[in-house]
């Protein structure tokens, strides 16, 4: 290979024909400065390059001292090709350059202005040239964090949460191990959760000494700030302990500690199995991890514990709800048949006493005997009422699609009261399905047909026209629009209330229809509600669930 001529090196030299009274300038820039001269082989590609001149900012800018007159190669053997390149190009074309560029051997990238000496080297190259390697390594750490808060962001397992962190750390750092260390504080245990190894290392997870890391001095230079070593056989605080740092594989590391509440310490660590200088801008990484994953597996630790107290308060709950729920059974039982059997027993007795002695009673006795009687049945639908309104607030109420039309007109002919000659009842066709437990829409319908047939005008007959409505999204709501006599807007939401009634003991109700209409309807995930306008009669709605088409 035929290399051009090499000039020899003249440090005092004005070849670039520099005036003098620039030269002040020239030494005084931060930024670096140099004149080379592009080595081209024989195939007219740029091979090397030596340096004419440097200013007093280039040593602090590269590294390299006495560089004028010494090839680029010769101080930096793996300098990579492409600078060689570019310079060449420039030095060929004449085309100055600006560009940014890695060069790994030096660690470090550069923000660089290459142009053109044309004289008397016409191979010469000027090049302007800062150290941006900080700026980069803090988009780089930048970036670095910000995808590691991204795969962080779903995860709720503090465990899972250090895995993912230690193995995105480990990559990034290009480590051989990376763990964190909980000191409790209370005694000498330190915890190492799950860690992350390269290499086929074996875990070290468990439970240490803090002995078993180093003395009271080791500990004192830890958790004090951030702490690096660079080989462990020659560190005086870890040279005795060479053995038990080499069943571990490690001979370097670097530690960043993290306060946290109460008296427990939280060491990020990250291993090499060879010597290793762990750079500032490492330690920052380590400093940057740690602060922001650590908050978040305490934040996930506290967000468990207090789900599980809230599990075991509802497990609680739910045990003395049971027994609540139990106690409203017998209690149910109780009304049903104990306090029923009396009433049943006025009932009785005074059915015989009109029979056998009514005569003897006279006009006023027996309109008091009338009245024990009605008083007795009121007492005992009222009884039963409240006991089909309990059940419906405790009883399982499995759903199923009911085809509506069917399921009207089978009830409409089996309760007698409904019949034509007491209520006159329009379904109007096509009547939608709907999801709904059977036994708790018959509650529901029946009541609404009742107080249609009871609450209308005197001589007026008893209408109702039912119809069905699709609301989005995916409901029904059911109409049940009748004659009767309205309601003042101030009496529409009272009237699903417990007791209330608009007028009290007309048609024997006992107040707790409407209720349980309200109640079953939200047991089946449902809504109800009323249109009305005082003599206008009303429109009574349910609102179910349509069923999913199978």
């Known amino acids: 290979m035929k290399l051009s001529p090499e000039p020899g090196p003249d440090p005092h030299s004005t070849q670039t024909g520099r005036p003098d009274r620039y030269?002040?300038?020239?030494?005084?820039?931060?930024?670096?400065?140099?004149?080379?001269?592009?080595?081209?082989?024989?195939?007219?590609?740029?091979?090397?390059?030596?340096?004419?001149?440097?200013?007093?900012a280039f040593v602090q800018q590269t590294g390299l001292a006495d560089a004028v007159g010494r090839r680029m190669r010769?101080?930096?053997?793996?300098?990579?090709?492409?600078?060689?390149?570019?310079?060449?190009?420039?030095?060929?074309?004449?085309?100055?350059?600006?560009?940014?560029?890695?060069?790994?051997?030096?660690?470090?990238?550069?923000?660089?202005?290459?142009?053109?000496?044309?004289?008397?080297h016409p191979q010469s190259v000027a090049v302007l040239f800062s150290d941006i390697t900080q700026l980069k390594q803090r988009e780089r750490r930048a970036a670095f964090l910000v995808e590691l808060s991204h795969r962080l962001a779903s995860v709720r397992d503090p465990e899972e949460i250090q895995r993912v962190a230690l193995t995105a750390l480990g990559t990034y750092l290009a480590v051989d191990r990376s763990y964190f260390a909980e000191h409790t504080g209370d005694n000498d245990r330190v915890v190492i959760g799950p860690d992350w190894a390269e290499r086929g290392l074996g875990s070290i997870a468990?439970?240490?000494?803090?002995?078993?890391?180093?003395?009271?001095?080791?500990?004192?230079?830890v958790t004090r700030g951030d702490f690096a070593v660079h080989d462990v056989t020659t560190d005086p605080l870890t040279r005795d302990r060479m053995s038990d740092y080499a069943q571990i594989n490690v001979r370097a590391y670097a530690v960043q500690p993290f306060r946290s509440e109460g008296?427990?310490?939280?060491?990020?660590?990250?291993?090499?199995?060879?010597?290793?200088?762990?750079?500032?801008?490492?330690?920052?990484?380590?400093?940057?991890?740690?602060?922001?994953?650590?908050?978040?597996?305490?934040?996930?630790?506290?967000?468990?514990?207090?789900?599980?107290?809230?599990?075991?308060?509802?497990?609680?709950?739910?045990?003395?709800?049971?027994?609540?729920?139990?106690?409203?059974?017998?209690?149910?039982?109780?009304?049903?048949?104990?306090?029923?059997?009396?009433?049943?027993?006025?009932?009785?007795?005074?059915?015989?006493?009109?029979?056998?002695?009514?005569?003897?009673?006279?006009?006023?006795?027996?309109?008091?005997?009338?009245?024990?009687?009605?008083?007795?049945?009121r007492m005992d639908q009222l009884i039963k009422d409240v006991l089909i309104y309990s059940r419906l607030s405790r009883e399982e109420m499995p759903l199923q699609r009911v085809e509506l039309g069917t399921f009207l007109a089978d009830l409409i002919e089996s309760y007698p009261q409904f019949g034509p000659a007491q209520l006159q009842i329009d379904l109007q066709s096509p009547l939608l399905p709907v999801c709904a437990n059977a036994a708790a829409l018959t509650q529901c319908v029946s009541n609404l047909l009742g107080n249609a047939a009871k609450f209308v005008a005197p001589g007026v007959a008893p209408h109702v026209r039912v119809w069905t409505e699709a609301r989005a999204p995916d409901r029904v709501r059911v109409h049940f629009r009748d004659n009767g006599v309205g309601l003042d807007p101030a009496n529409r939401e009272r009237i699903f209330d417990m007791f209330y009634q608009l007028e009290p003991g007309r048609g024997g109700g006992t107040g707790i229809g409407l209720a349980v209409v309200r109640r079953a309807v939200e047991r089946m995930g449902g809504a109800v509600g009323v249109e009305s306008e005082p003599g206008a009669g009303s429109t009574f709605w349910l609102e179910l669930d349509r069923p999913t088409q199978h």
């Open 23 to 56: 030269r002040a300038l020239f030494d005084s820039i931060d930024e670096g400065f140099c004149v080379i001269d592009i080595v081209f082989d024989a195939h007219g590609g740029a091979q090397d390059y030596i340096f004419r001149e440097v200013n007093p």
């Open 74 to 120: 010769e101080m930096v053997p793996e300098h990579e090709q492409h600078w060689f390149d570019i310079y060449g190009k420039v030095a060929k074309t004449g085309q100055s350059i600006r560009f940014q560029n890695e060069a790994k051997g030096l660690h470090r990238w550069y923000n660089v202005y290459a142009f053109r000496f044309g004289a008397p």
């Open 206 to 221: 468990g439970e240490l000494e803090r002995r078993d890391f180093g003395g009271p001095e080791w500990w004192h230079c």
């Open 263 to 377: 008296p427990r310490t939280i060491l990020l660590v990250v291993a090499q199995q060879e010597p290793r200088t762990w750079t500032t801008e490492e330690r920052h990484v380590l400093e940057d991890v740690v602060a922001r994953v650590w908050p978040l597996v305490e934040l996930v630790r506290s967000e468990r514990a207090a789900l599980e107290t809230l599990e075991a308060s509802v497990a609680d709950r739910t045990a003395r709800l049971r027994e609540t729920v139990a106690e409203l059974e017998s209690f149910s039982y109780s009304i049903s048949h104990d306090l029923r059997a009396p009433l049943r027993a006025m009932q009785t007795f005074a059915s015989i006493l009109d029979a056998d002695f009514g005569v003897h009673l006279g006009p006023e006795g027996r309109e008091y005997l009338k009245r024990i009687v009605k008083a007795s049945d």
